[in-house]
């Protein structure tokens, strides 16, 4: 038989938690440990939060001349820090 060297990793689609509940594939969100304000299932193993975080992203990508997911991450971390930092300079 033969073992390939390369494991490719698939992603789940469709995620459960120990209860048997659905689990939100993109936050992990269930049905009783939901997003605040509470979500819903856009489909299934998909809450309505994160897939309007989806939507907003795919109009970015509609708009940006060059959508770099990389360099949106890499801003959108630097902004949580300043509102929690509240300090703009590093
Ligand atoms: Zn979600
Ligand atoms: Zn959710």
Do not use: H, Y
């Amino acid at each position: 038989m033969n073992t390939p060297k390369k494991r490719i990793v698939e992603e789940p689609v469709i995620k459960w938690d120990r209860n048997g509940l659905f689990r939100c594939r993109v936050c992990g969100c269930t049905e009783v440990d939901a997003c605040q304000p509470p979500c819903a299932w856009a489909e299934t193993g998909l809450c309505t939060t994160c897939a309007d975080a989806i939507a907003d992203i795919q109009i970015w990508q509609g708009r940006a001349r060059r959508a770099n997911m990389t360099a949106l991450l890499r801003e959108l971390k630097s902004w949580t820090n300043r509102r929690t930092s509240g300090r703009g300079a590093r």
